[in-house]
Antibody, heavy 124, light 110 residues
Framework: EVQLLESGGGLVQPGGSLRLSCAAS????????MSWVRQAPGKGLEWVSV????????YYADSVKGRFTISRDNSKNTLYLQMSSLRAEDTAVYYC?????????????????WGQGTLVTVSS | QSVLTQPPSASGTPGQRVTISCSGS????????VYWYQQLPGTAPKLLIY???QRPSGVPDRFSGSKSGTSASLAISGLRSEDEADYYC???????????FGGGTKLTVL
């Protein structure tokens, strides 16, 4: 069974940093692109970032470009999201999800499955 | 404001058929596959439809997806109380180089 377990969320002050982790199991981690998607309280879904299976290709939403960095450690089956210069509008539940990204000339928005999410609150 | 446009709400009675629309542009729905997600209250989203009209294993055939031009639709037939949830469409956007979501549609089963 594929499982994704996020951790690292919490309360951080504006301008601060936080690193999220997503531990994956039940599939060959290095063979799949992985994504982060967030959901502000009471709001809809917003894609944040995606990284290819090898880690050699990354994409970011304009809203986080230059502030967030996605990475992965395939030896540990773990996905990361390093967040810096955090703003109040970054407050959200952050989900990691298997899938997304581009392969073979086509790009996909297939996020399946999703983790349970970790809450990040940016407030003073 | 979301790149893909969905109605904020939809409703139906048990047994009815309801459709949820998702409107985009040539850079997303017009040129890429559409995906639909179901989010039950208090839970993470779940993939409902992939590649516009394909159902993952375990998803009932009451759920179906379609696309025409720059718009897509999710149809739910034989509506059941457990279908009450938020539904989101998504597609890759070639101009933005990333996936975009609709704002979500809250489905109420009356």
């Amino acid at each position: 069974e594929v499982q994704l377990l996020e951790s690292g969320g919490g309360l951080v002050q504006p301008g601060g940093s936080l690193r999220l982790s997503c531990a994956a199991s039940g599939f060959t981690f290095s063979s799949y692109a992985m994504s982060w998607v967030r959901q502000a309280p009471g709001k809809g879904l917003e894609w944040v970032s995606v990284i290819s299976g090898s880690g050699g290709s990354t994409y970011y939403a304009d809203s986080v470009k230059g502030r967030f960095t996605i990475s992965r450690d395939n030896s540990k089956n773990t996905l990361y999201l390093q967040m810096s210069s955090l703003r109040a509008e970054d407050t959200a539940v952050y989900y990691c999800a298997k899938g997304g990204g581009c392969s073979g000339g086509s790009c996909y928005s297939n996020f399946d499955p999703w983790g349970q999410g970790t809450l990040v609150t940016v407030s003073s | 404001q979301s790149v893909l446009t969905q109605p904020p709400s939809a409703s139906g009675t048990p047994g009815q058929r309801v459709t949820i629309s998702c409107s985009g542009s040539s850079s997303n729905i017009g040129s890429n596959s559409v995906y639909w997600y179901q989010q039950l209250p208090g839970t993470a989203p779940k993939l409902l439809i992939y590649r516009t009209n394909q159902r993952p294993s375990g998803v009932p055939d009451r759920f179906s997806g379609s696309k025409s031009g720059t718009s897509a639709s999710l149809a739910i037939s034989g509506l059941r109380s457990e279908d009450e949830a938020d539904y989101y469409c998504a597609a890759w956007d070639d101009s933005l180089s990333g996936p975009v979501f609709g704002g979500g549609t809250k489905l109420t089963v009356l």
